[in-house]
């Protein structure tokens, strides 16, 4: 009696020990998606604050044109 408690014990514990690898896994997969992504939105957020900069130099150029 006693060994099959060990047995079933012993058997829950690879179970979860297998189900936490499996989930440590997914969620290191999910973090390499949502540092590329940050990436991705840095990047963007710099390039339309220099699109920004160039819109203004190109109405104060034009409005000295005029």
Known sequence: MISELW???TA???SVGCLY????????ELEKKVDVHNHL??????????INLL??????AT????
Do not use: C, H, P
Request: proline share 0%; net charge negative; charged share 45%.
């Open 21 to 28: 690898g499996a989930l440590s896994t997914r969620l290191k």
């Open 63 to 66: 409005r000295y044109e005029e």
């Open 55 to 60: 819109e203004e130099k190109f109405d104060d």
């Open 12 to 14: 829950y514990a690879v």
């Open 41 to 50: 939105v840095e990047r963007m957020y710099r390039a339309e604050m220099k």
């Open 7 to 9: 047995v079933q014990i």
